[in-house]
C-alpha cells in the first residue's frame, strides 16, 4: 500500500526535519525511505543532489543491514561516515526510513547524534500514527494521469 | 512501496530494471540520461567495477515536472546481472513499484534469461510480492544482431502471461523511451486503482488485509507445487504440508458466495500468519531479576524432515557467573501462532515457538519469540533452577 501523507502530516514532518537543522547548524537532513527514495528534507546554502543522496543513503544502509546479519546482529542502528571536511550521520527511524544528517566541522558528533536519535523517535512516532489512521478520500485521476504522463515522456525525450 | 503526497502533490514511484548480465539493463539507463534534458532527470548514479560491470546499482532520477496537478518522479534502478550478486538485487528490489525485465535475444542467452526471470520471482517473494499481481513489462533488447531468437518464441518461453513487451536495442535508444513508457503507464494505472479502492473502502487496515489475502491466494497457487506453503491455521504446522495446499487453492474457485468467503479466508489467513525462514543467529546477555548473569549464543533455525514436516530447532550455548558455568543445549520447538509482547515499552508482534522442557526442578517452558523475517530478533525465556531466566538481543533491553 503506498504511503499517503496529508498536508499535516507533510507539515509535522518537514518541521522536524527543519528543526533538527537549524538545532545542529547541519548542511543537510534527508529523511529517506528503505527504498531510496526522500521523503522529507531540508539543507542550508550548500544544495546536494537529494534523489542521488537518498538512493546511496538506502543503498549502504542495506548493504550494512546485510553485513549486520551475517555477523550475528539483528542491524547496526547507526552509521556514521568521516570525510575530510564533512561528516554523515544516519539513523534508523523504523523498519522502513532512515534519518541522514550531512554536517561539518561547525558541528559536533554528539550534538549531531543526540538530535537525531530524539528526531527519529518523535518521526517513528508520527509515521506510526499516520499508518494506523483512515486513510484519505482523495485518489489519483486515472486514465488522465497515465496518458499525460505518456505525453510528457514523449515530450521531454529529446528527438 | 510509491510515495503519494497529496499535501505537496507529490507522485513519487521506483522502478528496477532486471535481467541476466550484460543484457542491457544500465545501457537502457544510459540511453534514457542521454535523451532527457538535464531539467528532467538528475545524474546517473553508477556503483560499478572497473570493468563497468554494475556491482550494487545504477540509479537515475526522473522529474517529470507537472502531470495533472501532480508533481510525478519516478526513480529509476538496475540491478548486478552476475549470479553471484543475488543477494545485492534482492536489497535494490525493495519498495519497488514496477519492474521491466530486459531480455537478451541472443540463442545462447536464452537459458540465462529463463533463470533470471525465475530469479526475480525468487525474490519478490522474500518481500511476500508475487511478479505476477504487480506492473511488469518485458524489453527484447539487441534486436540489431544478426541472429536472434524470434519474437514469438521469446513471448512463449518468457512472457506465457502476455505482459505488454517491447522490442529494443539499448545502444541505439531504440525502444528505450517505448519500454519506459508503458511501465510508467501500468504503474501510475495500479497507484490510481489502489487508492480509489481504499478512498471507497474507507479503512486502509481493512484494504491492506484484503490485498493480502489477495497476493497471498495468487501465492498459494505459484507455490503450491514448491511445497514450501504450510496448513492452514489451526494445527501446527507439524501436520501435513503437502495435501492442504490443494484445498487452499480449490476453496476460492467455487463461484457460489464469494463475498461470505473472503471474511473466513481473511481470518484463517491471518491465524496461519507466514511462518518465518528462519535462522537467527545472534549473541544475548542471559538476565535474571533484570541483573546481567552471563551470555549466550543462540541459533534458532527451521529443517525440513524426511516426512515433509518442518521442524524449529533452538541451539544454545550458555556462560554463566563470570564463566564459571558452561551450558550447551539443543531442543525442538513447536510452532505457537503469533503472540505480541510488550518489549522497551512498544507491543510488538513475535513468532512463537515453545517446546517443555524437563529440568532439574521438573517440567518448565522453553518459550521463544522470534519477529518478523526482516528485523530477526529472538527472546527466549528457559527455566533455570535459581529462576527464570531470559536471553535478549544484546543492548535491546528484555520483555517483560
Known amino acids: 500500500m503506498p504511503l499517503i501523507m496529508t498536508k499535516a502530516d507533510a507539515d509535522s514532518i518537514q518541521k522536524l526535519v527543519v528543526d533538527l537543522l537549524q538545532k545542529t547548524k547541519a548542511r543537510c537532513v534527508v529523511l529517506v525511505d528503505q527504498s531510496g527514495r526522500c521523503v522529507a528534507h531540508a539543507d542550508s546554502s550548500e544544495k546536494f543532489d537529494v534523489d542521488a543522496l537518498a538512493a546511496l543513503i538506502a543503498g549502504s544502509f542495506s548493504s550494512t543491514r546485510a553485513l549486520a546479519g551475517l555477523v550475528g546482529e539483528t542491524e547496526f542502528f547507526s552509521l556514521f561516515h568521516q570525510g575530510e571536511n564533512k561528516r554523515i550521520q544516519n539513523i534508523v527511524v523504523d523498519n522502513d526510513r532512515l534519518l541522514s544528517v550531512v554536517f561539518d566541522q561547525r558541528a559536533t558528533v554528539g550534538r549531531v547524534r543526540l538530535c537525531a536519535e530524539t528526531t527519529a523517535e518523535r518521526l517513528a512516532e508520527r509515521f506510526r500514527q499516520i499508518a494506523q489512521r483512515k486513510t484519505t478520500d482523495e485518489c489519483l485521476p486515472r486514465e488522465s494521469l497515465v496518458e499525460d504522463t505518456g505525453k510528457r515522456l514523449d515530450q521531454i525525450f529529446e528527438p | 512501496m510509491a510515495n503519494i503526497n497529496y499535501a505537496f502533490k507529490e507522485i513519487s514511484c521506483k522502478i528496477v530494471y532486471y535481467g541476466p548480465g550484460l543484457c542491457g539493463k544500465t545501457t537502457n ?295 564459571l558455568f558452561r551450558n550447551a543445549w539443543e531442543c525442538a520447538l513447536e510452532w505457537s501462532g503469533e503472540e505480541t509482547k510488550v518489549v522497551d515499552y512498544q507491543t510488538v508482534p513475535f513468532y512463537a515457538l515453545r517446546r517443555v522442557v524437563s529440568h532439574q526442578k521438573g517440567e518448565g517452558y522453553v518459550c521463544i519469540w522470534v519477529k518478523n523475517a526482516f528485523d530477526k530478533a529472538c527472546y527466549v525465556s528457559y527455566p533455570a533452577f535459581w529462576g527464570m531466566v531470559r536471553l535478549t538481543p544484546a543492548g535491546r533491553g528484555w520483555f517483560q
Open chain 2, 29 to 323: 539507463l544510459q540511453a534514457i540520461h542521454a535523451g532527457v534534458p538535464p531539467k528532467f532527470r538528475g545524474e546517473l548514479v553508477s556503483l560499478a567495477t572497473e570493468q563497468d560491470r554494475t556491482l550494487f546499482f545504477d540509479f537515475l532520477a526522473l522529474d517529470l515536472g507537472e502531470v495533472r496537478g501532480f508533481k510525478t518522479k519516478f526513480q529509476l534502478y538496475t540491478v548486478p546481472g552476475q549470479v553471484y550478486y543475488n543477494a545485492t538485487r534482492r536489497l535494490v528490489l525493495r519498495g519497488v513499484d514496477g519492474i521491466v525485465f530486459v531480455a537478451d535475444s541472443r540463442p545462447e542467452s536464452m537459458e540465462d534469461n529463463r533463470e533470471s526471470l525465475a530469479n526475480l520471482r525468487e525474490n519478490l517473494e522474500s518481500y511476500g510480492l508475487n511478479l505476477d499481481a504487480m506492473p511488469w513489462v518485458i524489453q527484447y533488447n539487441k534486436r540489431d544482431l544478426s541472429n536472434v531468437v524470434a519474437r514469438e518464441e521469446m513471448e512463449a518461453i518468457l512472457n506465457p502471461d502476455q505482459v505488454p513487451s517491447q522490442e529494443a536495442v539499448a545502444t541505439k535508444g531504440i525502444g528505450v523511451k517505448e519500454t519506459l513508457k508503458a511501465i510508467a503507464a501500468q504503474v501510475l494505472r495500479r497507484l490510481s486503482e489502489m487508492t480509489e479502492s481504499t478512498a471507497a473502502s474507507g479503512s486502509a487496515l481493512e484494504r491492506k488485509a484484503a490485498e493480502r489475502q489477495v497476493l497471498r491466494s495468487q501465492k498459494v497457487s505459484i507455490t503450491a507445487a514448491a511445497s514450501e506453503t504450510r496448513p492452514p491455521a489451526p494445527t501446527p504446522t507439524v501436520a501435513t504440508e503437502q495435501p492442504p495446499p490443494p484445498p487452499a487453492v480449490a476453496a476460492p474457485q467455487p463461484p457460489p458466495a464469494p463475498p461470505p468467503k473472503v471474511e473466513p479466508a481473511v481470518a484463517p489467513a491471518r491465524a496461519r500468519v507466514e511462518l518465518p525462514d528462519l535462522h537467527v543467529l545472534q549473541k544475548c546477555d542471559l538476565r535474571w531479576r533484570g541483573f546481567r548473569v552471563g551470555n549466550a549464543v543462540v541459533e534458532i533455525s527451521r529443517r525440513s524432515t524426511a516426512d515433509r514436516k518442518f521442524l524449529y530447532v533452538l541451539n544454545c550455548q550458555t556462560t554463566t557467573c563470570l564463566g
